[in-house]
């Protein structure tokens, strides 16, 4: 069974760090794209970073280049990591953050739906 479990939410004041992890266990990493999408209160769902699996190029939004760092941890045991490095917060950065995956194509999608794997979500709250 496929499961994407996020960690590593909670509650910060602006300007600290987060770090978020997504325990990623029922399949190989090979030929993946995985990563995140947030949600904010009353907002759409925004992609927010992005790992390929195949060569390791990275996605970042706009709204997080040079504070959010994005990486990955294979294991042979078919249990991956992604993190989610996230530096100098704001208050705008408080979402849901869900853990999605893709297998099979070379473009981060820009939808939620054309995603194979979601994970829950955890919740980031950036306090002013």
């Known amino acids: 069974e496929v499961q994407l479990v996020e960690s590593g939410g909670g509650l910060v004041q602006a300007g600290g760090s987060l770090r978020l992890s997504c325990a990623a266990s029922?399949?190989?990493?090979?030929?993946?794209?995985i990563g995140w999408f947030r949600q904010a209160p009353g907002k759409e769902r925004e992609r927010v970073s992005f790992?390929?699996?195949?060569?390791?190029?990275?996605?970042?939004?706009d709204s997080v280049k040079g504070r959010f760092t994005i990486s990955s941890i294979s294991s042979d045991n078919a249990k991956n990591t992604v993190y989610l490095q996230m530096n100098r917060l704001k208050p705008e950065d408080t979402a849901v953050y869900y853990c999605?995956?893709?297998?099979?194509?070379?473009?981060?999608?820009?939808?939620?739906?054309?995603?194979?794997?979601w994970g829950r979500g955890t919740q980031v709250t950036v306090s002013s």
């Open positions: 999605v995956a893709v297998r099979g194509i070379t473009l981060v999608p820009t939808t939620w739906a054309e995603f194979d794997y």
């Open positions: 029922g399949f190989t990493f090979d030929d993946y794209i």
């Open positions: 790992i390929s699996s195949t060569d390791g190029s990275t996605y970042y939004a």
